[in-house]
């Protein structure tokens, strides 16, 4: 374990449904990340959160939708997702958002929109 | 293109081999960063250089960053079965350090 949990591991979806990710973590970071992995492509960094506050948001489409409620929890509310979609999602947190520190990464959620 | 990108996309190689991988990218950058990732798990954070260092180490681990060339290796000597993942560079790009930008991945396969 690397201090950031991720729950749950795998999910199914259809289009038509809802879902969250959590992400937790208890190293006293003060920035969170969400980041997208498809296969053959770089990691998309998301959102950023810093202090609880969105600090960036990557053109991504309101179907995601954040939620840093504080410093140790972050959401991502999934709704209407395509099959595009579907890639393993990663949490990340860092001291504060700086690229200084090395960031702490999540074992991810497996998300697959059928 | 993108701003970081790893070479090779996928090496093999037998246990006690060394294996080098490469990261160039085009916009001067404030560090680097390497990573590894087991298969379909989080990414592991494994030694950091700043842009005005040339050299590190980390236990079986040597980066070297050239800022000249925009390209920076990882080089892991006497390679393992357990140190099969892939290896990712990521870079600060200067005057925008709040985030880091994650290349593609080097694979690493290490046959007993």
């Known amino acids: 374990e690397t201090g950031v949990t991720q729950t749950p591991r795998h999910l199914v979806m259809g289009m038509t449904n809802k879902k969250s990710l959590k992400c937790e973590q208890h190293?006293?970071?003060?920035?969170m990340y969400w980041y997208k992995q498809s296969a053959k492509k770089p990691l998309e960094l998301m959102f950023v959160y810093n202090f609880k506050e969105q600090t960036e948001n990557n053109s991504v489409p309101s179907r995601f939708s954040p939620e840093c409620p504080n410093s140790s929890h972050l959401f991502l509310h999934l709704h209407t997702l395509q099959p595009e979609d579907s890639a393993l999602y990663l949490c990340?947190?860092?001291?504060?958002?700086?690229?200084?520190?090395?960031?702490?990464f999540g074992s991810g959620t497996r998300l697959t929109v059928v | 293109s993108q701003q970081g990108e790893e070479d090779p996309q996928a090496l093999s190689i037998q246990e006690g081999e060394n294996a080098t991988m490469n990261c160039s990218y085009k916009t001067s950058i404030n560090n680097l960063q390497w990573y590894r990732q087991n298969s379909g798990r989080g990414l592991v954070h494994l030694i950091l250089?700043?842009?005005?260092?040339r050299e590190k180490h980390s236990g079986r681990l040597r980066v070297t960053l050239d800022t000249s060339k925009k390209s920076s290796s990882l080089l892991i000597t006497a390679s393992r079965a357990a140190d099969t993942a892939s290896y990712f560079c990521a870079t600060a790009v200067i005057y925008n350090t709040d985030k880091l930008i994650f290349g593609t991945g080097t694979r690493l396969q290490v046959f007993p």
């Open positions: 990340a947190s860092s001291q504060v958002q700086s690229s200084g520190y090395g960031y702490t």
């Open positions: 190293l006293g970071h003060n920035a």
């Open positions: 250089i700043r842009s005005n260092e």
